[in-house]
C-alpha cells in the first residue's frame, strides 16, 4: 500500500513539474516577445532622430550641399528692410534665382546679409559682377557661398588687450623690469594706488 501512494505522489510530483516547466517556458516566450518588440521601437525612434546616420547618406548629403553652395553666392550689408522678392529681382539679370535666404535673429530680425541660389552654377560667376552694387542705397559685397566642413571650427586664440596691463599677477614685477647690466636705473614698477582707509 505504501508503495502505491509513493508511486501516485511521484506522478502527482511530476504533472506540477511539467506545468511549471511549460507555464516557464510560455513566460520566457512572451519575455522575448516583449524584448523583440522594444528593440524595433527603439529602431524606429533612433531613425526618426536621425541618431544613427547612415554614412553613405551623410557621403551624399555633404556632397548635394557642395552642389547647391556651387550654385549659390554670399551677399552682405543687404538693408534690413529689404525683402527677398527684392534680393531676387537685384539678381535676376544673371540667372534663375532658385532661393533666397535672407538671415535673422531668433526675434525675427534680419542680420543684414542673404544667400541667393540659382538654378545654374554659371549664375554665380555673373552674379559675382554685381560685387559693390547698390541696393537701396546700400553697397552690396557679393562672394561665392563658401561650404562649411563639419568639426573644422577655427580656433581664434585671445587678443591681448593693451590697456589691461602687464598681464602678470604675482607680488614681483617681470624680469624685465630690471636692469639688463645691473648698471643704471631701472624703470620703477609702482602698485596701483588703493583709495580709502587700509
Known amino acids: 500500500m505504501e508503495q502505491a501512494e509513493v508511486q501516485d505522489v511521484d506522478m502527482a510530483n511530476d504533472n506540477d513539474a511539467a506545468a511549471d516547466v511549460e507555464d516557464m517556458k510560455k513566460r520566457l516566450k512572451e ?3 516583449e524584448a523583440a518588440a522594444l528593440r524595433e521601437m527603439q529602431a524606429k525612434v533612433e531613425r526618426e532622430m536621425g541618431a544613427v546616420q547612415d ?3 551623410v557621403a551624399a548629403d555633404q556632397a548635394n550641399k557642395e552642389e547647391i553652395d556651387s550654385r549659390s553666392v554670399f551677399v552682405g550689408n543687404v538693408d534690413y528692410a529689404c525683402t527677398p522678392e527684392e534680393v531676387q529681382q537685384h539678381f535676376q539679370s544673371c540667372g534663375t534665382v532658385n532661393r533666397v535666404t535672407i538671415r535673422t535673429n531668433k526675434y525675427g530680425q ?3 546679409y542673404a544667400y541667393v541660389e540659382f538654378l545654374e552654377t554659371d549664375a554665380v560667376q555673373e552674379a559675382l559682377h554685381l560685387n559693390e552694387s547698390v541696393l537701396h542705397g546700400r553697397q552690396l559685397k557679393v ?3 563658401r561650404t562649411n566642413v563639419p568639426g573644422m571650427k ?3 586664440p585671445r587678443r591681448v ?3 589691461m596691463g602687464y598681464g602678470f599677477r604675482g607680488a614681483y614685477p617681470p624680469p624685465y623690469f630690471y636692469s639688463p647690466y ?3 636705473k631701472a624703470p620703477r614698477f609702482r ?3 588703493r583709495y580709502g582707509p587700509y
Open 31 to 33: 519575455m522575448e516577445d
Open 55 to 57: 554614412p553613405a547618406a
Open 110 to 112: 534680419p542680420k543684414g
Open 143 to 145: 562672394l561665392a557661398k
Open 154 to 156: 577655427q580656433f581664434r
Open 161 to 163: 588687450n593693451p590697456y
Open 182 to 184: 645691473g648698471y643704471g
Open 191 to 193: 602698485m596701483p594706488m
